[in-house]
């Protein structure tokens, strides 16, 4: 990857590979987790726990192939599991429907199952070697025949295990290949020396590409797009440009909500139904009620809850704040540590100054206040229900219900002093 970051904790939807894996995982049903990671990958571990607190970590101090890998679970392998999966976290768009497939087919008996795929083009892959519709090996390209590199049924890499035979298949995986490592696809061989079944399954290439670079990273993140895509429109989401909206790996979307193009999320957002969210608008970490309005260009920042039939309009940023039932920010504004009360409106350029270089603080908006335009709020305060804010204003100190607050100096017009001051400066000019 050339990269500081280690391969697996590179992002796909604002989600780790590894992540993406462990919570396919955990949707296909496994009750327990074992990673086997590399030495001094502390970072690696913090992400296992993230998503799995209970999970085993184990150390593979060598690396001298895909069976030892396993092998290095050793522990975990031994407790007697129905069935193990053993995926790849540099494989992030692999489904659960595919993992919970090969588990039924080790309970229709086979002992070990792997998943394949057609590929478009097999060079460098290991073939599935089938008879009669069994799987009989796995060959690996370096390895392969003549004849097994015509296979276009590709290894995915990924396999299922038999829990009660698994250490005694692994412990008998040698060596004796071209890169003199313990092959995990040797497995099948094993087995089918003890006459033991071996299966294998399909997936969609897609499904099982692996992420080796940037150019494999931004295949697999065009690839979740595009299955985003094609599922929220399905669930009754209208998309003005569909190519042009990128979605996290955790937005939930309520039917009849519209995104125009250039939306993009980031992790951890909500919209409920009715949502309208116009062009080129940001949003992460934000929840936004129903029939609310957002955008063009507006951004919604981690924290902002906006409730039904609010607007926020364009040029507009929020961050951390709650913007109740029908209030509206319509242009121009940042409204940052703040609550906004029911019906409130916030004029143009209005700003909430919330940072003092070491703290944040909170505005209070109440329901019905109306902020003129171009007025700073200097947190913390609170404008009180129904008031009124002047045009212009900076307000340092509460606003009582329904009074008026005006906050900016006083104006003075002096007649005719334009026509003096121009024909004062004319001469220098000329």
């Known amino acids: 990857m050339r990269s500081s970051k280690t391969k697996v904790l590179h992002e796909v939807a604002h989600l780790s590979m590894l992540g993406h894996v462990l919570r396919t995982a955990k949707a296909a049903g496994a009750d327990a987790v074992a990673a086997v990671i590399g030495p001094d990958r502390a970072d690696v571990a913090a992400e296992v726990s993230r998503f799995e607190p209970e999970a085993q970590i184990f150390i593979q101090t060598q690396r001298l192939g895909t069976a030892h890998a396993v092998l290095a679970a050793r522990e975990a392998v031994a407790q007697g599991y129905d069935d193990i999966l053993v995926c790849f976290a540099d ?3 692999i489904q659960p429907e595919s993992l919970a497939k090969m588990r039924l087919a080790l309970q229709d008996g086979a002992s070990v199952v792997a998943l ?3 590929a478009t083009d097999p060079a460098g892959y290991g073939r599935l070697v089938t008879r009669d519709g069994a799987l009989i090996a796995i060959r690996e390209h370096k390895d392969a025949t003549a004849a097994e590199l015509l296979i276009r049924h590709c290894n995915a890499g990924l ?3 038999d829990g009660v035979k698994a250490l005694e298949i692994l412990d008998q995986i040698q060596n004796k290949n071209a890169q003199k490592e313990f092959y995990l ?4 061989e094993v087995a089918q020396a003890h006459g033991l079944r071996c299966a294998y399954l399909l997936a969609p290439e897609t499904e099982v590409m692996g992420v080796n670079d940037r150019v494999q990273l931004a295949a697999a993140e065009h690839e979740f797009q595009r299955r985003a895509r094609v599922n929220w429109m ?3 989401v209208t ?3 569909p190519e042009t909206v990128y979605f996290a790996y955790d937005t939930v979307l309520a039917p009849d909500v519209l995104l125009e193009p250039n939306v993009v999320f980031g992790a951890g957002v909500t919209l409920e139904t009715g949502v309208t969210i116009l062009a080129n608008s940001h949003l992460a970490g934000a929840t936004v009620g129903k029939n609310a309005s957002v955008g063009p260009f507006a951004r919604l920042r981690p924290g902002a809850d906006l409730g039904a039939d609010t607007k926020v309009g364009n040029f507009v940023e929020i961050k951390s704040a709650k913007i109740h039932e029908g209030a509206k920010v319509s242009h121009l504004s940042y409204i940052g540590d703040a609550t906004i009360g029911a019906q409130a409106n916030i004029g143009a350029g209005t700003i909430t100054c919330n940072y003092d270089g070491f703290s944040k603080f909170k505005t209070t908006i109440g329901a019905g206040a109306f902020v003129g335009s171009n007025s700073a709020l200097v947190a913390p305060v609170t404008i009180g229900e129904g008031a009124y804010v002047g045009s212009g204003s900076v307000i340092t100190h509460d606003v009582a219900p329904h009074s008026l607050a005006i906050g900016r100096g006083r104006q003075v017009d002096i007649p ?7 024909a004062k400066q004319q001469p220098k000019k000329s």
């Open 91 to 93: 494989t992030p768009l």
């Open 116 to 118: 394949g795929f057609e």
């Open 159 to 161: 396999m299922a295990l």
């Open 185 to 188: 696809t040797d497995a099948v």
């Open 234 to 236: 399905r669930q009754g």
């Open 239 to 241: 998309m003005r440009a």
């Open 416 to 422: 005719d002093w334009a026509t003096q001051f121009v």
